[in-house]
């Protein structure tokens, strides 16, 4: 007989399908009580708790480690039992009444508890010897011999000493409060309604389907068959675990509220008649102080210096104070923070008021020059909002009409390198212009520079805009269909979610609601709110700039409406949070070809409208031939099928953000289908999943060619990333918030290393740092895209500290019932380069994504590697990488949003590095 056929046996039986409530998650056994359960997981895990004080010697079960210690000789040469495990005289003999109540018998006849009941006191008419028979007397006299293979299970379930059952009871009580969470007591019970047939916490247990309404419920004596009465008197069942019906009586009694109430409450529901003359009940005192601890304590049997320790060792929220210092952690306002604090900002020394501060080279995009005239109109709206304190100081230093126009130059040199390009340059006029659009555009600009006084300028003025347009809007309701408005809100929104201030962030994340509210009630989301424009050969004149600013009024609200989609994706990803607008609601077309939006003049405009052949684009084209975004979400055939048609690049750009959204989906459905959920099905989950990975490999082929932008590549591997790991888990555990939460996210990160789904995941992170090593400086690793490349490295650490803290554990990475795991001694293994070019990936990195066979490490330049399993090396080669991105050296000069990043992954680095080092020692 086995291992496990014979700790079956002794637990009272043979498992047998579905007998039993408790299953075990390795070999799908059932057993009716959760200690058996956790006695048999043990031999699974081999995991040996109980150590002997004398020998060192482990044992998995109390009982073993019991029987060992009585064979230590002492020095006399007697065997003799420790201290610890003196156990308590009893009766020689129960009377009849007592043993069949279960209840404690004294030796004289007639016994107490009958003469104070009036009952008649009569036992069974035997030799009674003067002292007690030893435990092995008791194993062979207590049945009768022969016995039925049935008895002799019962039998070897019951022969078990009295003080090895309260030993064993009080041990794996502690056990099943540690996995639980929460102390094992009565009255927690009762708050609860526990039965034994919930659910454990711990993802090794999984429990059938609870009985039917007309089964019959076992009670506590049926449940804990070793407290037989009949073979131990003097244990009373009840103190250890109350019956069912008792819980249910308790559970339907009105709820109270103080803890020593609810002690009192379970202590009289029970009437239990204890007499504690003759024995021992050490563990019901224990009990009963659980019950009187404060129900908001559920760790009471760990001090909170070892609960720290533990977490330490455990790598538990190890980053918990880099992320709260980050520019990521939530915000708590102080009376010092409102819009009119950064208006100091406003005046700038003469030295820094140059056009030669702002690089922004020879070709100016705007072949219109700022008057003085507009600078005036800015600096009017400006001292209307200031406050009257400041007002002397911003008229001496307000920055001047040079400096000014070349923040605009600069955000629209920028601006038309974008593929998002949103705001036509062509045809706009400064000096036309009203302040709103000016003074955002200016602040714009100024956000970018690399100058810390400048971008507190950009700051400063970006604040005034968002105080501006409110009083705008009341003022007037019929500015919020005005374009010019809309993009100067826009631009508010844009530099306050990336600005790496959390105050703005958070400011820019509840005024999106309102614009997009704009936009929705003007139908800017419907396809008939943008008629065709068809231009014929022979327009020429007023006539055909009427018709290119007509075209060019429609493009842009087209493109601003999907550049707050954009907007509204990226916010949700860098957040965490749901998206405003459904991609399912867009059904306006595409944005039109680059060449078209680009032309400088109407007859240019003109001149790339006819070239296209008649097929394509031309006089008489529908323009319900246009896909729209929930077009090509159902078909992306069609982004090559109009690709002369649509902006390319936009298109595809747009449809992995709705692509984004689906998998935002898939693990908000993910996170409630977890453990026994009744309504959602794993198949459907497994399903979805790789519909989506099909969708996304479907995207590379038709659109991340040769000619992709480095942008699309980077949010495409980003976006396989994501579909691999739930960012929300790994960010728990890295401690967004606290260690509470970072243990509950601990056990779902150890499962994401032992699949797939973590090597898939790190391996298009290796990617997306590949792709961002291919952009041009300090145009692409900037605001969202800064966030894509810290959330790469947060996979590399992540898979680095869990995977080496499981490796130290003993456990192995890989499911063992996976038919493909590996037996036999195991290769060398091969150092896998997750950021090498795809065509370049061999046999080896799909044997570590599927196998897990390899070292997966980062090249970082010649034959140097930094390894995984060094989350330290990643992370810093990692921040080097976004660092390097920008030309300049002075860590000032970086956007504050990398600077936060970068300031995180060098203290998640650091963390990590300390950690390591005590595990070392």
Not at 813 to 833: C, E, N, Q, V
Request: aromatic residues 8%.
């Amino acid at each position: 007989m086995s291992q496990q056929d014979s700790d079956h046996v002794r637990m009272g039986r043979l498992s047998r399908p579905h007998d039993g409530y408790f299953q075990c998650g390795y070999c799908k056994r059932h057993y009716n009580r959760a200690d058996h359960l956790i006695r048999h997981v043990r031999s699974h895990t081999q995991e040996k708790p109980y150590v002997c004080h004398v020998c060192g010697k482990g044992f998995a079960r109390p009982d073993l480690l019991k029987r060992h210690a009585t064979g230590h000789q002492q020095r006399d040469g007697k065997r003799k039992r420790p201290a610890s495990y003196v156990h308590a005289s009893r009766v020689t003999q129960a009377c009849t009444s007592c043993a069949a109540s279960k209840l404690k018998c004294d030796e004289e006849k007639p016994c107490r508890r009958c003469r104070d009941r009036s009952l008649t006191c009569e036992w069974l008419q035997q030799d009674l010897q003067d002292v007690s028979p030893e435990p092995d007397q008791v194993r062979e006299n207590v049945l009768p011999s022969p016995m039925s293979g049935q008895d002799r299970r019962e039998h070897e379930t019951r022969n078990i000493s009295t003080e090895d059952v309260i030993m064993n009871s009080e041990q794996e009580t502690q056990e099943y409060q540690a996995v639980r969470g929460t102390p094992f007591t009565a009255s927690n019970m009762a708050m609860e309604n526990f039965s034994p047939y919930d659910e454990l916490d711990d993802p090794r247990f999984s429990i059938q389907s609870p009985l039917p309404s007309d089964a019959a419920i076992p009670s506590s004596s049926a449940c804990v068959s070793e407290l037989d009465g009949a073979f131990f008197p003097d244990f009373h069942p009840n103190t250890l675990i109350p019956s069912l019906n008792q819980l249910m009586e308790l559970s339907q009694a009105e709820t109270i509220h103080n803890s020593y109430n609810q002690h009192d409450s379970i202590a009289s529901s029970m009437q239990l008649d204890f007499d504690l003359n003759d024995v021992d009940f050490g563990l019901i005192e224990s009990f009963n102080e659980r019950i009187s601890q404060p129900a908001d304590h559920p760790n009471t049997g760990t001090s909170d210096q070892e609960t720290d320790r533990l977490d330490s060792d455990s790598a538990i929220a190890i980053g918990e104070e880099a992320y709260h210092k980050s520019s990521l952690a939530n915000w708590t306002p102080i009376h010092e923070d409102h819009g009119y604090a950064d208006q100091d900002n406003l005046s700038i020394p003469k030295s820094i008021d140059s056009p030669e501060n702002i690089n922004t080279g020879c070709n100016k995009t705007l072949t219109e020059r700022l008057s003085p005239s507009s600078r005036d109109v800015i600096f009017g709206m400006v001292l209307k909002i200031c406050r009257k304190a400041n007002l002397s100081r911003i008229m001496r230093s307000f920055p001047s009409t040079e400096l000014l126009d070349s923040l605009l130059q600069s955000f629209f040199k920028r601006h038309t390198a974008q593929i998002d390009s949103w705001i036509h340059a062509p045809t706009f006029k400064p000096n036309e212009e009203g302040p709103e659009i000016l003074t955002a555009l200016a602040a714009a600009g100024a956000v970018q520079s690399s100058i810390p006084t400048i971008r507190k300028l950009g700051y400063a003025l970006m604040e005034i805009v968002r105080l501006q347009l409110p009083e705008k809007f009341e003022n007037d309701n019929a500015t919020t269909r005005e374009l010019r408005v809309l993009q100067a809100y826009a631009l508010v929104i844009d530099i306050g979610l990336w600005s790496g201030n959390r105050r703005r962030t958070e400011i820019a994340e509840s005024f999106e609601q309102p614009s997009v509210t704009m936009l929705r009630r003007a139908l800017r989301f419907r396809r008939s709110t943008y008629p065709a424009v068809i231009v014929q050969h022979d327009e020429y004149g007023p006539n055909l700039e009427k018709k290119w600013h007509e075209w060019v009024q429609m493009e842009s609200f087209k493109r601003l409406v999907y550049h707050f989609f954009l907007h509204d994706a990226q916010a949700s990803i860098a957040l965490n949070i749901n998206p405003l607008i459904s991609y399912a609601e867009l059904q306006l077309p595409l944005p039109a070809r680059r060449e078209l939006w680009e032309a400088k003049t109407a007859e240019e405009w003109k001149n790339f409208y006819l070239s296209c052949s008649t097929t394509t684009i031309g006089p008489g084209t529908d323009p319900d031939r246009f896909p729209s975004l929930s077009d090509t979400l159902r078909d992306m055939s069609q982004l090559t099928a109009f690709e002369r048609l649509i902006d390319h690049q936009l298109a595809g750009l747009l449809s992995l953000h709705g692509i984004s959204a689906l998998i935002t989906e898939y693990h908000r459905i993910k996170s409630i289908s977890r453990g026994q959920s009744k309504h959602w099905h794993a198949l459907m989950i497994q399903s979805r999943h790789q519909e989506l990975y099909q969708a996304l490999q479907h995207f590379r082929m038709i659109c991340c060619g040769r000619e992709a932008a480095p942008e699309i590549l980077l949010i495409q591997e980003m976006m396989a990333m994501l579909l691999h790991m739930s960012l929300e888990d790994l960010q728990l555990f890295a401690g967004k918030e606290d260690k509470k939460a970072a243990r509950g996210a601990y056990s779902d990160a150890v499962e994401w290393i032992k699949s797939t789904d973590s090597r898939r995941a790190v391996w298009h992170a290796g990617q997306a740092v590949r792709v961002a090593s291919e952009c041009s400086p300090g145009l692409s690793l900037s605001g969202f895209y800064a966030i894509v490349i810290y959330y790469a490295s947060l996979a590399f650490w992540s898979y680095g500290v869990i995977s080496s803290r499981v490796k130290d554990t003993g456990t192995n990475l890989h499911d063992r019932r996976d038919p493909s795991y590996p037996t036999g001694p195991a290769p060398p293994a091969p150092t896998i380069l997750l950021n090498e070019e795809p065509h370049k990936a061999t046999t080896d990195v799909q044997m570590f994504i599927e196998l897990g066979r390899g070292s997966p490490a980062l090249k970082t330049g010649g034959t140097a590697a930094a390894f995984l399993d060094d989350p330290s090396a990643t992370i810093d080669f990692v921040r080097e990488l976004l660092r390097s991105s920008f030309r300049d050296d002075d860590e000032a000069a970086l956007p504050p949003l990398v600077q936060s990043l970068c300031q995180l992954m060098r203290d998640l680095g650091n963390a990590a590095k300390k950690m390591k080092t005590r595990q070392t020692a």
